[in-house]
């Protein structure tokens, strides 16, 4: 079966400083890999999306960027973080046949910004 | 603009009610439907997902389907604390990898 590991479960980093999430998906092939924001209360925030090694798609204009290094690997970076960054980090996957496949989350990462 | 919308709540039933939770959606070429609980604090977990017009069943879960109508709904039968959640609608257009999310409904059950 498939499984998605995503670490750390928290963080709190100083404004300015760097970051990376780190998201790998176990039990598949060629996935379709997410990252999303959760802001307290709020409603999921689409960041990036891939379909593949070094394909990546983002949807909102920020200070964060994605890489697919592996298949199976998808991770999150900043070279400084904002305050407004704080948030809850979830990375996804999807089967890539047939846009029918629903998503799956990790655990997610609490990043809270000092 | 693909739009999904679910009404915040919270949703407040008894035990062993039946929960009833409503989406709509303003895309017609949607294709895909998918239900997720997340608890406080956790991570979204995929419950129901849907795909043709009617009822689908799984264990104490019917989700219910409607494309004329564009509405999608998650019904929870005999009700219990440990459903109280936020429960996330999710819509994907045939031919796209982003499901378009509601921003949820809160549900409580109280004993």
């Known amino acids: 079966s498939q499984t998605i590991h995503q670490w750390p479960a928290t963080l709190v980093q100083p404004v300015g400083s760097p970051l990376s999430l780190e998201c790998t998906v176990e039990?598949?092939?060629?996935?379709?890999l997410y990252w999303y924001r959760q802001a307290a209360g709020r409603g999921l925030q689409l960041l990036f999306y891939s379909v593949g090694i070094g394909q990546i798609s983002s949807e909102v204009p920020q200070n964060l960027s994605a890489s697919r290094p592996q298949d199976r690997q998808f991770i999150l970076s900043s070279k400084k973080l904002l305050l407004s960054d704080s948030g809850f980090y979830l990375c996804?996957?999807?089967?890539?046949?047939?846009?029918?496949?629903?998503?799956?989350f990790g655990d997610g990462t609490r990043l809270s910004i000092l | 603009q693909k739009e999904v919308e679910q009404n915040s709540g919270p949703l407040s039933v008894p035990e062993g009610a039946i929960a009833s939770l409503n989406c709509t959606y303003s895309?017609?070429?949607?294709?895909?439907f998918f239900w997720y609980r997340q608890y406080s604090g956790k991570s979204p977990e995929l419950i129901m997902s849907?795909?043709?017009?009617g009822d689908k069943e799984d264990g104490r879960f019917t989700a219910q389907l409607n494309k004329a109508s564009q509405y999608v709904s998650l019904l929870i039968r005999d009700s219990q604390p440990s459903d109280s959640a936020t429960y996330l609608c999710?819509?994907?257009?045939?031919?796209?990898?982003?499901?378009?999310f509601g921003r949820g409904t809160s549900l409580i059950v109280h004993p």
């Open positions: 895309d017609r070429g949607s294709q895909s």
């Open positions: 999710a819509v994907k257009e045939g031919g796209s990898y982003i499901p378009t």
């Open positions: 849907i795909y043709s017009n």
């Open positions: 039990g598949t092939s060629n996935p379709n």
């Open positions: 996804a996957w999807s089967q890539t046949q047939g846009a029918i496949q629903p998503q799956h």
